[in-house]
């Protein structure tokens, strides 16, 4: 046999060692793909950086420029991301850092229709989740209905609708042609605490979220305060809940007003003076903060919600409280709870602002 091959001619030897080493090329770059990480695969709560070597590349379908350091701009009318996420019993938040390509008086924000689609329903179907009038850049949040997240088989599409973006060039600020939108930072999706079997909306049953103008929500045992609830509480107990850790998020899905509204808190602040005198809170409502507190003794806390924060689809509106200074008892020397505690909540409520309020 080693014979045989010596007498071939010399072109069928070339011939064959090209054809050997290009088979050993593709079994090693078929290796080296199932190495790399499975596109559009996502796992909860990993942020996901736009910036330059950052993740963001792996989810993008269409509609984006290259990276850039901090950010990645959307490029077009549409843009969409891929995700796989693993099925989801409750709905699923979506937290999105990003500004507009701006520029007043002529375009003072970048209105944006953020589209959930269902890639595995036959024909696709689609649902707008969220309205954003982006300017500045901070976090906009909305969620995903657990219906659009059936498990890392099936691609949960998510498309940011930018009618009016624009390049540089045609807004007289440089010779860049591009067509830009959105300046995208990161990107979190995160599961809610709402438990399985609570978002039917049926007799004796509320969705996820549910609320009405003028409820008194009571968040001590017996209360029905867990269904508002989306992160950083901890469980009910005889008069009130504690936030744990520093930052704690309600979700409230309120009916479209055409005037302000007011958020009521009755509330105390974790505090031990001198060394912690009161507890410091920012009040964010869908990522603008609207109000800071300073918390000690139980009292009644307000913050003025406008009226652009209830027309959006769904009308959810994501109040977040943050608390740098959250402290555990054990660390006051106050017992052996570890918890990181900053208010102590017992009841909330929203009402139509009167003229007094809006008043200075």
């Given amino acids: 046999m080693r014979l045989m091959i010596c007498q071939l001619p010399r072109y069928l030897l070339a011939l064959m060692l090209t054809l050997a080493v290009g088979?050993?090329?593709?079994?090693?770059?078929?290796?080296?793909a199932e190495a790399r990480p499975r596109t559009h695969a996502y796992v909860y709560n990993d942020r996901v950086?736009?910036?330059?070597?950052?993740?963001?590349?792996?989810?993008?379908?269409?509609?984006?420029?290259?990276?850039?350091?901090?950010?990645?701009?959307?490029?077009?009318?549409?843009?969409?991301?891929?995700?796989?996420?693993?099925?989801?019993?409750?709905?699923?938040?979506?937290?999105?850092k990003m500004a507009g390509n701006t520029r007043a008086p002529e375009l003072p924000f970048q209105p944006v229709d953020v589209v959930i689609v269902e890639t595995f329903a036959r024909p696709p179907h689609q649902k707008t989740i969220a309205h954003w009038d982006v300017a500045e850049?901070?976090?906009?949040?909305?969620?995903?209905?657990?219906?659009?997240?059936?498990?890392?088989?099936?691609?949960?599409?998510?498309?940011?609708?930018?009618?009016?973006?624009?390049?540089?060039?045609?807004?007289?600020?440089?010779?860049d042609r591009r067509r830009l939108g959105l300046r995208v930072a990161e990107l979190t999706f995160e599961q809610t605490k709402?438990?399985?079997?609570?978002?039917?909306?049926?007799?004796?049953?509320?969705?996820?979220?549910?609320?009405?103008?003028?409820?008194?929500?009571?968040?001590?045992?017996?209360?029905?305060?867990?269904?508002?609830?989306?992160?950083?509480?901890?469980?009910p107990e005889a008069d009130y809940t504690w936030t744990t850790g520093p930052s704690a998020m309600l979700g409230l899905r309120l009916r479209p007003s055409k005037i302000p509204v007011t958020l009521s808190l009755r509330a105390a602040g974790m505090n031990s003076p001198p060394a912690v005198p009161f507890q410091p809170v920012d009040v964010i409502v869908n990522g603008e903060q609207l109000a800071h507190w300073e918390v000690a003794d139980e009292t009644t806390l307000s913050a003025v919600i406008p009226e652009r924060f209830t027309v959006a689809p769904e009308n959810i509106v994501f109040v977040e409280f943050q608390l740098p200074r959250a402290i555990s008892p054990a660390a006051l020397g106050n017992g052996a709870d570890g918890r990181q505690l900053g208010l102590r909540v017992r009841e909330l409520s929203i009402e139509p602002t009167t003229k007094s309020v809006l008043q200075p």
């Fill in 23 to 32: 088979a050993c090329g593709k079994d090693d770059e078929r290796k080296s």
């Fill in 49 to 96: 950086s736009f910036a330059y070597g950052g993740q963001g590349e792996r989810f993008q379908i269409q509609g984006w420029s290259g990276m850039e350091q901090g950010f990645t701009w959307t490029d077009g009318e549409v843009a969409s991301l891929g995700f796989r996420l693993q099925q989801s019993r409750t709905p699923v938040l979506l937290h999105v």
């Fill in 137 to 175: 850049e901070k976090v906009f949040t909305t969620t995903i209905p657990k219906e659009f997240v059936r498990g890392p088989e099936t691609i949960t599409r998510l498309e940011f609708h930018i009618p009016k973006a624009v390049s540089p060039a045609d807004l007289g600020g440089s010779g």
């Fill in 194 to 235: 709402q438990q399985p079997g609570n978002d039917k909306g049926s007799a004796g049953k509320r969705r996820p979220f549910d609320y009405e103008y003028g409820e008194a929500v009571a968040f001590s045992a017996g209360g029905d305060a867990e269904r508002l609830q989306v992160k950083g509480w901890s469980g």
